[in-house]
Nanobody, 130 residues
Framework: QVQLVESGGGLVQPGGSLRLSCAAS????????VSWFRQAPGKEREGVSC????????????DYADSVKGRFIITRDDAKNTVYLQMNSLKPEDTAVYYC???????????????????WGQGTQVTVSS
């Protein structure tokens, strides 16, 4: 069964950190770019960050959301078939359900349009509150 499973969410105070994981099962992630999205209550799902597959030994990362630049870092460990999102200096406005997804292509798209992604995880809740 092809599946993406997110984990690592939780309740954290403003200024804190969390690391989200996106683990794949039933298929290998190493040929595909993987993106993180988030959806806050009443808002559309928005792209956060993306990491490409290894392209001649280099991984390319895109930050789609300006608000996360300099605070969130996306990485991957293909040996573990997992992609991570390190989130630092968290703010209340980062509160959302976070999803990982792939459109089965090796490079990150220029823009993160949720409808183009066919494989999604179930999401993990991140709540930033004092």
């Amino acid at each position: 069964q092809v599946q993406l499973v997110e984990s690592g969410g939780g309740l954290v105070q403003p200024g804190g950190s969390l690391r989200l994981s996106c683990a794949a099962s039933g298929f290998s992630l190493d040929s595909y770019a993987v993106s993180w999205f988030r959806q806050a209550p009443g808002k559309e799902r928005e792209g956060v960050s993306c990491i490409s597959s290894s392209i001649r030994g280099t991984y390319y990362a895109n930050d789609y959301a300006d608000s996360v630049k300099g605070r969130f870092i996306i990485t991957r460990d293909d040996a573990k078939n997992t992609v991570y999102l390190q989130m630092n200096s968290l703010k209340p406005e980062d509160t959302a359900v976070y999803y990982c997804a792939t459109d089965s292509r090796p490079r990150c798209p220029e823009t993160a349009v949720a409808g183009r992604f066919g494989s999604w995880g179930q999401g993990t809740q991140v709540t930033v509150s004092s």
